[in-house]
């Protein structure tokens, strides 16, 4: 992962490199994503951060709102900058499959969920997430995360194993499964 765009953003996945068409790719979806807290407008994301690896992408307007009264909220309680990494977004059904063969489905014993609320068909109102202190890169404890996202999010899990916070916004969307 590379930090994206200048000084205070966030974490952003990198595109893979693939021959022919890299200038393309590499800016595919490179678009700045603005949101208002408190009347004041506020961007620290982009949309390529919510991709998977095929370049679909969804985010739904409400996890954006979420996203960036997280980073607020972290920021303030370090007393300075903190990033919020989005390390997973939108799925296909594909993704879904390929993620439970590495690590199982919920119902036979893994953490996959079979209805995922990452799946396309919820509108883009999952994410996965993590968040490092930008000055000293250090991460923020899981459980840290986990509280400050209860906080702006619908619905959060934050027991895995390698330390991400999952996060939604169910309530919202409009979608259901």
């Not at 998977?52 to 370090?78: F, P």
């Not at 997973?88 to 993704?95: F, L």
């Not at 930008?134 to 619905?155: K, M, N, Y």
Request: with cysteine; glycine share 10%; hydrophobic share 35%.
């Amino acid at each position: 992962m590379t930090v994206s765009g200048l000084g205070a953003e966030s974490y952003s996945k990198t595109m893979p490199e693939r021959g022919l068409g890299d200038l393309i790719l590499n800016a595919r979806n490179d678009i700045r994503l603005l949101t208002e807290l408190n009347g004041e407008p506020v961007s620290h994301f982009r949309l390529r951060e919510f991709e998977n690896r095929d370049g679909l992408t969804m985010v739904h307007g409400s996890v954006l709102d979420s996203l960036e009264r997280v980073r607020r909220d972290l920021s303030a309680m370090a007393d300075e900058e903190v990033w919020v990494i989005v390390t997973d977004g939108v799925r296909t059904q594909a993704d879904l499959e390929r993620l439970a063969a590495r690590i199982g489905w919920i119902d036979e014993g893994g953490a996959v969920s079979r209805n995922s609320r990452h799946l396309a068909k919820f509108g883009g109102i999952a994410v996965d997430v993590t968040a490092r202190v930008a000055s000293t890169r250090d991460r923020v404890p899981q459980s840290t995360l986990g509280e400050i996202c209860r906080r702006h999010f619908d619905w959060v899990k934050d027991d895995y194993a390698d330390g991400h916070v999952h996060a939604d916004n169910r309530a919202r969307s409009t979608m259901t499964g």
